[in-house]
């Protein structure tokens, strides 16, 4: 990340982080930030777009946060006006319900410890989910599956085609982007078996 963050400074970029699943890498919200300390401590101005939609399960609130790391106040000054000139004719007011529930959580210390706890439970469960791949060689899979547990997060790359996936929608009714992506969250210790069983089946060799 370091190399990273130099090559941004040698070539002047602004760099914008997306953090919609903060948590649900590591289990640790602050553990996942690490990158944005990092450009932080070699001194870049940022962007950073938070959701809280997935991490606090509101996803009906759309709750989050944009933040600019500006230069000094004036420039500060002339960013949120121009925020706003864009905000404005999009949504002009967001709700607050969700911004006060998120808010309320994370300025009672105990509130936000048992957060912190429940998110942890949830990036601990979908890794959980990803050793299942193990599954997958029990049937025999000649493929390599070291993918999935090598990957972080709430979704998994398969690496499968198009036609794969929708042979697995039309023969057994599970469903993904096209692009081959799961979502860890539908996994569950009910339902891994069949979806292992299914996923050989559409990419063993004729």
């Known amino acids: 990340m370091e190399k990273i963050s130099h090559q941004f400074k040698v070539k002047k970029h602004f760099p914008f982080f997306d953090m919609a699943y903060q948590g649900f890498a590591s289990g640790d919200p602050e553990r996942d930030a690490k990158a944005i300390r990092i450009f932080l401590e070699d001194g870049h101005q940022i962007g950073c777009a938070q959701s809280y939609a997935k991490n606090m399960g509101l996803y009906g609130q759309r709750a989050g946060c944009l933040s600019i790391l500006c230069e000094d106040e004036m420039q500060a000054v002339a960013v949120k006006s121009q925020l706003q000139q864009i905000a404005r004719p ?114 063993k060799p004729n």
């Not at 799961?182 to 990419?203: C, P, R």
């Open 90 to 203: 999009m949504y002009s007011n967001p709700p607050v319900h969700g911004a006060l529930v998120v808010s309320i959580i994370l300025n009672d210390p105990e509130l936000k410890g048992l957060w912190l706890k429940e998110v942890k439970g949830m990036a601990d469960r979908i890794i959980g989910m990803r050793r299942h791949k193990e599954n997958l060689e029990k049937l025999g899979s000649p493929l390599s599956w070291d993918h999935i547990t090598n990957q972080i997060g709430m979704f998994c790359y398969s690496g499968m085609t198009p036609e794969q996936v929708d042979r697995l929608t039309n023969e057994y009714h599970i469903y993904m982007t096209r692009n081959g992506r799961i979502s860890m969250a539908g996994v569950t210790t009910g339902n891994v078996a069949y979806l292992a069983n299914a996923i050989h089946e559409v990419t």
